[in-house]
Structures are given as structure tokens and as C-alpha cells.
């Protein structure tokens, strides 16, 4: 079995830190689209999504070479989340900002593995700065389709993981946290094993600190990223994934209603995944313009967001209404 050890210095426990990265989410999350067989935790998602990915065309485009069916994603697409909670766009705008020399040394990396490039990605290694905008803008749409009208329901769940770390950390230490968050992981003598991993991981290679990231999709194993300066990745999957597509507790409508208006009160509870105008208005017996007028108040409002997919918009409840829904349950 392959250990990788990584040591920890008094520095080094002081730098460890967590972060929700959505990039984290976007290349296992394609992978798992990919795959013949789906776990069952996301298949509701899949069976949502995959035919959004066919239509648009991302099955056969830059990152259906850039994220292979297993094996290495190159480091450039995961740059190192800087603040907690940083934005898509932020993330976007730094892999826009790679150094060429990054990409190509990742691109070759990759190429290693798979016993080559692609025609895409032979562009991409001959002009970084030239076509990482292109591949941004594919995976703006990837978001868009896959996973923003289902962030807020991600995010409550990596938060929540988060907050259970971080109390666990203040109950008994650095070290016990490390020790929990995957079978794979081992903390003793101020060092860090990981199974699994082929490369070793020294401070030389791996930097300073480490970020580790909670994530609704890398799964069952972790999953790691060592780029000096940055500190290292260490991307785990976050607790509470079982319960993350299953339905919730029916929601008392008529205490929404005296508040929201029956109509959208009802449209919140409809939204329990992202649905189009007209999917909602076949749902409830609303006209479509009415649906339209009503989602438009919600909106405005911040209790919905709305998700371009192909030639329709899907409307998603956001983390604001799922507070709402969840204290009318009670």
C-alpha cells in the first residue's frame, strides 16, 4: 500500500484552515456525470443533469479532456482558494490568470497518463494565455447547468461540515481533527498519512499549512493537491452527502401563505429541485404568466435564482428560502 507522510511544523498546525471551493466540485462532479453507473446518493442529480450536459455538448468538450474517467486532474484547475468562501468567478479569474508554464507543466503531467493530448488540449499547451479563457467559458456553462441551481443545497451541507470540524478541533485538538476526516488519514507524531497517495508529499513539494476543502462529490476516497506556494489541497468527502438530494418534510403552506401569498408559497415548496417556468405552471395549475410574475417577486426578493440552461431558465430556491421552508416545518 502507498503512504504518502506529510510533517507539520508548529507553523504549519497554525496554517491549517478550510474553504468551500466550488472548483472542487466541478471535476468530480463531471466525472461522476460520465461514469456508467452513478452512486445512489446522486442519482436524483444525475438524472437531472446528464441530459442538460448531452444537449449542450460538454460530454466532448475541453473538459471532457481535461478531467479524465480516473486518474490526474491537472493541479491548475483547483488554484488555491484564498478566502473562505470565495465566488465561482473568483475561482475563474485565477485559473484565466495561470502561468503558462503551470499549465503546460500539468498538461504534460496528464499527458503522461493518458498517453496523450487531444487536439483541444494540444492548443492549450502550445497558448495558455490565448485559450484559457475558452475553456472558462465552458466551464461557466457547466455551473450554470450542473451545479448552480443546486449551490445553496451543496453549500448547506459543506458548511455544515465545517462547523462540526471546527467544534471539533475546539473540543480536542488539531490533531484529533486530522485523525477523523477519512479512513484513509492517519495524525501521529506530527505527521500526516496518507494511503493511497503515489507521490510523496514533503514540505518541499507540498508547501506550507494545508487547506482542506469538504466536498459533495469527490468520493469515496480524497482527494490532494500539491502546487508550492500555495499550501497543499486536501479535498475529503463532507458528511451528510446521504441526505443531500433526499426530500424534505413537507411544509406547512398555509403559515408561508398568510406571509408570501398562496401562489408563491406554493412555488417555493415546488422548487425542491430546479424547475423551468413551464414545468411549474404543468406543477401547480398556475398560468405561465402568472408563474412568471410570481417567481419574478420571489427573485427580487432573494428566495430565488435563476440558472440559464440551453433555451429555458431554471429557477432553484436559494440558501434564504431553505431557511424559510425549514423553520415553516417546524
Given at each position: 500500500?502507498?503512504?504518502?507522510?506529510?510533517?507539520?511544523?508548529?507553523?504549519?498546525?497554525?496554517?491549517?484552515?478550510?474553504?468551500?471551493?466550488?472548483?472542487?466540485?466541478?471535476?468530480?462532479?463531471?466525472?461522476?456525470?460520465?461514469?456508467?453507473?452513478?452512486?445512489?446518493?446522486?442519482?436524483?442529480?444525475?438524472?437531472?443533469?446528464?441530459?442538460?450536459?448531452?444537449?449542450?455538448?460538454?460530454?466532448?468538450?475541453?473538459?471532457?479532456?481535461?478531467?479524465?474517467?480516473?486518474?490526474?486532474?491537472?493541479?491548475?484547475?483547483?488554484?488555491?482558494?484564498?478566502?473562505?468562501?470565495?465566488?465561482?468567478?473568483?475561482?475563474?479569474?485565477?485559473?484565466?490568470?495561470?502561468?503558462?508554464?503551470?499549465?503546460?507543466?500539468?498538461?504534460?503531467?496528464?499527458?503522461?497518463?493518458?498517453?496523450?493530448?487531444?487536439?483541444?488540449?494540444?492548443?492549450?499547451?502550445?497558448?495558455?494565455?490565448?485559450?484559457?479563457?475558452?475553456?472558462?467559458?465552458e466551464i461557466e456553462t457547466y455551473w450554470e447547468l450542473a451545479l448552480a441551481p443546486y449551490w445553496a443545497r451543496i453549500r448547506a451541507v459543506l458548511d455544515a461540515d465545517i462547523l462540526h470540524r471546527a467544534r471539533m478541533v475546539a473540543e480536542h485538538g488539531a490533531g484529533h481533527l486530522l485523525n477523523d476526516l477519512h479512513a484513509s488519514l492517519s495524525w501521529d507524531d506530527d505527521v500526516?498519512?496518507?494511503?493511497?497517495?503515489?507521490?510523496?508529499?514533503?514540505?518541499?513539494?507540498?508547501?506550507?499549512?494545508?487547506?482542506?476543502?469538504?466536498?459533495?462529490?469527490?468520493?469515496?476516497?480524497?482527494?490532494?493537491?500539491?502546487?508550492?506556494?500555495?499550501?497543499?489541497?486536501?479535498?475529503?468527502?463532507?458528511?451528510?452527502?446521504?441526505?443531500?438530494?433526499?426530500?424534505?418534510?413537507?411544509?406547512?403552506?398555509?403559515?408561508?401563505?398568510?406571509?408570501?401569498?398562496?401562489?408563491?408559497?406554493?412555488?417555493?415548496?415546488?422548487?425542491?429541485?430546479?424547475?423551468?417556468?413551464?414545468?411549474?405552471?404543468?406543477?401547480?395549475?398556475?398560468?405561465?404568466?402568472?408563474?412568471?410574475?410570481?417567481?419574478?417577486?420571489?427573485?427580487?426578493?432573494?428566495?430565488?435564482?435563476?440558472?440559464?440552461?440551453?433555451?429555458?431558465?431554471?429557477?432553484?430556491?436559494?440558501?434564504?428560502?431553505?431557511?424559510?421552508?425549514?423553520?415553516?416545518?417546524?
Open positions: 500500500m502507498v503512504l504518502a507522510a506529510l510533517a507539520f511544523s508548529v507553523g504549519d498546525l497554525a496554517r491549517v484552515r478550510f474553504a468551500v471551493s466550488p472548483m472542487w466540485e466541478v471535476a468530480p462532479s463531471l466525472r461522476l456525470l460520465r461514469s456508467g453507473t452513478v452512486h445512489p446518493v446522486h442519482r436524483p442529480w444525475a438524472d437531472q443533469v446528464r441530459p442538460r450536459l448531452l444537449a449542450a455538448g460538454l460530454d466532448r468538450g475541453w473538459l471532457s479532456e481535461l478531467v479524465p474517467p480516473a486518474r490526474y486532474v491537472p493541479d491548475f484547475l483547483n488554484p488555491a482558494p484564498l478566502v473562505p468562501t470565495p465566488a465561482p468567478q473568483d475561482e475563474w479569474d485565477a485559473i484565466r490568470a495561470s502561468p503558462a508554464d503551470r499549465v503546460r507543466r500539468d498538461l504534460e503531467h496528464l499527458a503522461r497518463h493518458e498517453g496523450g493530448l487531444g487536439p483541444r488540449l494540444r492548443a492549450l499547451h502550445a497558448d495558455p494565455p490565448g485559450r484559457l479563457a475558452k475553456l472558462v467559458e500526516l498519512r496518507v494511503n493511497g497517495r503515489k507521490q510523496p508529499m514533503t514540505r518541499t513539494s507540498a508547501g506550507a499549512g494545508l487547506l482542506l476543502i469538504p466536498s459533495a462529490f469527490t468520493g469515496p476516497g480524497v482527494r490532494t493537491r500539491t502546487a508550492p506556494p500555495d499550501p497543499p489541497q486536501l479535498a475529503y468527502p463532507a458528511r451528510g452527502i446521504g441526505s443531500l438530494w433526499s426530500t424534505r418534510p413537507a411544509t406547512r403552506t398555509g403559515a408561508l401563505s398568510a406571509v408570501l401569498g398562496r401562489s408563491r408559497a406554493l412555488l417555493l415548496t415546488e422548487l425542491q429541485t430546479p424547475a423551468s417556468t413551464t414545468q411549474l405552471a404543468h406543477r401547480t395549475g398556475l398560468s405561465p404568466a402568472g408563474v412568471s410574475q410570481n417567481l419574478t417577486a420571489l427573485k427580487d426578493a432573494g428566495l430565488v435564482s435563476a440558472h440559464r440552461a440551453g433555451r429555458s431558465v431554471l429557477y432553484a430556491r436559494t440558501a434564504a428560502a431553505e431557511t424559510l421552508l425549514q423553520a415553516a416545518s417546524t
